[in-house]
């Protein structure tokens, strides 16, 4: 009974590339969710997504992020063209349908690190 | 607006003392939830507790226990008898029903338990 899956653990990158951060929910949750957790802050709210719908991209900055959680596979954050304050640890959750009521089920989170 | 306050930043004790963990929390919601997440060295995102806005019944789970008050807007944490393994970052965290499935976290108190 696996829960969130989160890869990879540690991605490092340089200045300009690509990061490709992914999240298999736990299995019968159908709800995702992204968060972000920069040095010495709390975590902050990036999106919400259902299969193949985006449902709450409020705290996705505007440019050079984006996420998907398609039919078959993994969510997938994107990060294109990062930069040094891109590094932070990025956190998956997931829920059943109605169910963050009740709490997330958390990822072990991927720790992007920019040089 | 949400908001969550751990005016804790930090918090070191000696084994086998008591500790409190405070958490403020502000929104105009009636009906709202509260949580608590461990975060141990190791980096992934331990669930705690619930608790819902009508249940200001306090909670013991072993070690664990919960103060609701609502008068004040708190949700407080203690740790009787504290040992190394607490040692972790505990994040506080609220969501209401008309904020859709977004949480708002707190900044985190790190505890240091001294063996």
């Known amino acids: 009974n696996a829960g969130v899956m989160q890869n990879p653990r540690h991605l490092v990158r340089r200045r300009g590339q690509e990061a490709r951060l992914r999240c298999s929910p736990m299995k019968g949750h159908s709800h995702v969710y992204w968060y972000r957790q920069l040095p010495e802050e709390g975590l902050k709210f990036m999106v919400y997504?259902?299969?193949?719908?985006?449902?709450?991209e409020s705290g996705m900055p505007k440019e050079r992020f984006s996420a998907e959680f398609p039919k078959e596979g993994p969510s997938i954050l994107r990060i294109q063209q990062v930069v040094r304050g891109d590094s932070a640890a990025y956190f998956c959750?997931?829920?059943?349908?109605?169910?963050?009521?009740?709490?997330?089920?958390f990822g072990s989170g991927t720790r992007l690190t920019v040089v | 607006a949400q908001k969550v306050t751990q005016a804790q930043t930090e918090i070191s004790v000696v084994e086998k003392e008591d500790v409190t963990l405070d958490c403020v929390y502000e929104?105009?919601?009636?009906?709202?939830?509260l949580f608590w997440y461990k975060q141990p060295p190791s980096g992934e995102l331990v669930f705690l507790i619930r608790?819902?806005?009508?249940?200001?019944q306090n909670e013991i789970s072993g070690r664990y226990s919960w103060n609701f008050q609502k008068s004040t807007s708190s949700f407080n944490f203690t740790i009787t008898a504290s040992q190394v393994v607490d040692s972790a970052v505990y994040f506080c965290?609220?969501?209401?029903?008309?904020?859709?499935?977004?949480?708002?976290f707190g900044t985190g108190t790190s505890l240091t338990v001294i063996p």
């Open positions: 608790r819902n806005s009508f249940d200001e």
């Open positions: 965290a609220l969501k209401t029903t008309n904020t859709g499935n977004q949480f708002y």
């Open positions: 997504l259902q299969k193949e719908n985006i449902i709450d």
């Open positions: 929104t105009r919601d009636t009906t709202y939830y």
């Open positions: 959750a997931s829920s059943p349908v109605g169910g963050a009521d009740y709490g997330y089920t």
